[in-house]
Every structure is written in structure tokens, then in C-alpha cells.
């Protein structure tokens, strides 16, 4: 999938344990990593509305999820999202399992918007024929 795009729109998550510090989001596949911006919710259930863009080379890697402490010491869960599960130019409204790394059990749930767009030449074929008709 070369010259590929995955754009992730980081939302919101559920059921996280209490974290006074606030919580941040780690995303990460092909090489590149991206921490999000820290969310102070006391709640357990946090919000980001953040949208990070990766360029995909193979799309045979994962995407890498991991909710961990505003201070980044204490990992509260992780997940991973197999790209070719995503179809070309849809885009996905996820709400993805948390699982705590030690004792293998759910650690709440992130929401994350994706759209995985795998041709550029042929999104801006479709875009130009749309206007045509």
C-alpha cells in the first residue's frame, strides 16, 4: 500500500481507571509513534477529538493503542487494529476493547475514528468522477 494514508481520530474513552494525573493515547505503527494531548477528566472516561495522520508503507503492521497516565509511567490498557480490516476510504467508528497487559482482563474502551485511505490517485478519481455526475 504504498503512498497510503491512515488518519485516526482519537475521540474518547470509557471504564478507565482513575487516573489523577489525566490520560494520554499512544498510536503507533510502521516506524512512527504519536503521543496525544493529556485529557485531565477525573471521570475515568476522558476526551480527546484529536486527529493524527500516518503515511503506511506496507499496511502489514498494526495500529498500536495504549491508554497510559498523564505522567506516561503506568500503562491502563492497550489494543491493536489489523489495517486490512479497514476498507479502502471508509471511514470507521470504532469502539475498541482495552485490555490491561498484566493480568490479561478489560480495561475499558477507546473510541477511535479511522480511515484508511490506501490509493490517493484513486480517492481523487472517485472525487473528480462524484463532481462529473
Request: glycine share 6%; aromatic share 8%; with cysteine.
Amino acid at each position: 500500500m504504498i503512498n497510503s494514508v491512515l488518519t485516526a481520530n482519537i475521540v474518547e474513552a470509557r471504564g478507565l481507571k482513575r487516573s489523577s494525573t489525566g490520560y494520554k493515547v499512544l498510536l503507533a505503527t510502521e516506524g512512527q509513534t504519536h503521543y496525544s494531548e493529556l485529557s485531565t477528566s477525573p471521570s475515568g472516561d476522558p476526551l480527546w477529538k484529536e486527529v493524527v495522520t500516518f503515511d503506511i508503507r506496507t499496511g502489514r503492521e498494526p495500529l498500536y493503542i495504549q491508554v497510559i497516565d498523564g505522567e506516561g509511567t503506568l500503562l491502563l490498557g492497550q489494543c491493536e487494529v489489523y489495517l486490512d480490516s479497514l476498507l479502502d476510504q471508509y471511514k470507521h467508528d470504532l469502539w475498541l476493547q482495552l485490555e490491561e497487559p498484566k493480568r490479561q482482563e478489560v480495561a475499558g474502551s477507546i473510541r477511535i475514528n479511522m480511515n484508511w485511505m490506501h490509493s490517493r490517485r484513486k480517492f481523487l478519481q472517485d472525487v473528480l468522477r462524484m463532481h462529473d455526475t
